[in-house]
Nanobody, 121 residues
Framework: QVRLVESGGGLVQPGGSLRLSCEVF????????MGWYRQAPGKERELVAR???????NYADSVKGRFTISRDNARNSVHLQMSSLKPEDTAVYFC???????????????WGQGTQVTVSS
């Protein structure tokens, strides 16, 4: 079993910053491709940022230059540094990823339970 646990959400004023973290627990060799998604009320879940096993990153156009995704393979974790936050960034943010197994395959993708980010004055 694999479990993703997000943390770091909260209430922040426009222009502020937050750092989200996602720790992965369970029986696997290492984290593989990881990403952050978000879902605002009444909207579909959308990709925010992703980072490959090799460190290649991709961002939604709406967050380019403001958000940075990073990973810590030794701690099986991935982070999302969010700066210059806007009210339209308000959403539940979900961690997502797949894992390399001990026998060389992949398992997943898995989702975390989500963490609320609210940008408001």
């Amino acid at each position: 079993q694999v479990r993703l646990v997000e943390s770091g959400g909260g209430l922040v004023q426009p222009g502020g910053s937050l750092r989200l973290s996602c720790e992965v627990f369970g029986s696997f060799l290492r984290i593989n491709n990881m990403g952050w998604y978000r879902q605002a009320p009444g909207k579909e879940r959308e990709l925010v940022a992703r980072i490959s096993n090799g460190g290649t990153t991709n961002y939604a156009d709406s967050v380019k230059g403001r958000f940075t995704i990073s990973r810590d393979n030794a701690r099986n974790s991935v982070h999302l540094q969010m700066s210059s936050l806007k009210p339209e960034d308000t959403a539940v943010y979900f961690c997502n990823g797949d894992m390399r197994t001990y026998i060389g395959g992949l398992t997943g993708p898995y989702w975390g339970q989500g963490t609320q980010v609210t940008v408001s004055s």
